[in-house]
């Protein structure tokens, strides 16, 4: 939105659960309505938080597979979802343990093989 110093003016218009701003030099923003909690209950996972809960997830399953060298990243999707895979680094390759796809604000999602996670559940 601009640094504190802007004077930039822009033209606000709202589609629904939708706000657009469209700035003076042709940067559209869409700001969606996510949540009825308050700034202070609200909170969304950042793409580390939901890599770092994928790789504890998957190491707290009891899996077969030697879960000390692997690691985890994150992806954020055009549909607003997050993909994460763990895996380990063999150098030349990655060999995946498990992929998961969730929502940035609950972390809950599907599995690689399409089955329900929390990743946040404790």
Do not use: K, P
């Amino acid at each position: 939105m601009g640094a504190a110093d802007s004077t930039s003016s822009c033209a606000v218009s709202r589609s629904g659960d939708t706000v657009t701003l469209e700035w003076g030099d042709g940067t559209t923003e869409h700001l969606t309505y996510v949540s009825a909690e308050g700034s202070d209950t609200f909170q969304f996972y950042s793409n580390q938080e939901l890599a770092d809960l994928a790789l504890t997830f998957y190491q707290g399953g009891g899996s077969a597979q030697d879960s000390q060298n692997l690691t985890a990243s994150a992806q954020t999707n055009d549909d607003g979802s997050v993909s994460i895979q763990v895996y380990e680094n063999l150098g030349d390759h990655n060999s995946t343990a498990a992929w998961y796809t969730v929502d940035r604000t609950t972390a809950a999602g599907t599995d690689g093989s399409g089955g329900t996670v929390d990743l946040d559940s404790e």
